[in-house]
């Protein structure tokens, strides 16, 4: 059974940065797609970043693209999002999530795609 379990979010000030984890079980990170979605209060749920061994690159959302790096950690079956200088707009819940098989859906961020989600975990970037 896949699980996929967030940790890391909180509430910190514009310009700081934040490191969230997304621990993987059930799915081995050697043959995987995760991705990282955020959903804001009244919007829709977006994705943020999507690391896959099949693609050579990553993928990042334009928003966040130059301040958030996605990684993964083989040893400990996890994948992170390094947050860099926050700013409140990345306020949301942040999720991870993975499809079924190790194809990255097309485009990466079609939420449909994936079937596997966590619990989601809040991040609040306020002065």
């Known amino acids: 059974q896949v699980q996929l379990v967030e940790s890391g979010g909180g509430l910190v000030q514009p310009g700081v940065s934040l490191r969230l984890s997304c621990a993987v079980s059930g799915l081995t990170l050697d043959y995987y797609v995760i991705t990282w979605f955020r959903q804001a209060p009244g919007k829709e749920r977006e994705g943020v970043s999507c690391?896959?061994?099949?693609?050579?690159?990553?993928y990042y959302a334009d928003s966040v693209n130059g301040r958030f790096t996605i990684s993964r950690d083989m040893a400990k079956n996890t994948v992170y999002l390094q947050m860099n200088s926050l700013k409140p707009e990345d306020t949301a819940v942040y999720y991870c999530?993975?499809?079924?098989?190790?194809?990255?859906?097309?485009?990466?961020?079609?939420?449909?795609?994936?079937?596997?989600w966590g619990q989601g975990t809040q991040v609040t970037v306020s002065s």
């Open positions: 999530a993975a499809p079924r098989g190790a194809r990255v859906p097309l485009p990466w961020y079609w939420r449909d795609e994936y079937v596997y």
């Open positions: 690391i896959s061994s099949s693609a050579r690159t990553p």
